[in-house]
């Protein structure tokens, strides 16, 4: 497992754009693939994005696509989530996650290690 922490959540208004960071711990952090996982009040836990360790392989959930984009920096030990376009309804929790695994990453049981969370809050 590695420590991961999020950062770079915030209050932004609708259109607005924010970038989130989650630094993670370990000498094996390119190994690992990389996920953002965030819960709405009231919700589950959902998939937002996801990158290959090599970060040549990116996935989002389709209410994202085009807006948001994963990237990350293996020299850093750093995944980033650029946020654009923001809506009210992106509102969330927002959780770094890491797997081994390169399959079934939509699905938040496929990562054993996560993040505390980072806020994000958008204003109509």
């Known amino acids: 497992q590695v420590r991961l922490v999020e950062s770079g959540g915030g209050l932004v208004q609708a259109g607005g754009s924010l970038r989130l960071s989650c630094a993670a711990s370990?000498?094996?952090?390119?190994?690992?693939?990389m996920g953002w996982f965030r819960r709405a009040p009231g919700k589950e836990r959902e998939f937002v994005a996801a990158?290959?360790?090599?970060?040549?392989?990116?996935y989002y959930e389709d209410s994202v696509k085009g807006r948001f984009t994963i990237s990350r920096d293996n020299a850093k030990n750093t995944v980033y989530l650029q946020m654009n376009s923001l809506k009210p309804e992106d509102t969330a929790v927002y959780y770094c996650?890491?797997?081994?695994?390169?399959?079934?990453?939509?699905?938040?049981?496929?990562?054993?290690?996560w993040g505390q969370g980072t806020q994000v809050t958008v204003s109509s």
């Open positions: 990158i290959a360790w090599s970060g040549g392989s990116t």
């Open positions: 996650a890491a797997t081994l695994l390169s399959y079934n990453l939509r699905s938040r049981r496929s990562y054993d290690s």
């Open positions: 370990g000498r094996t952090f390119s190994s690992y693939t």
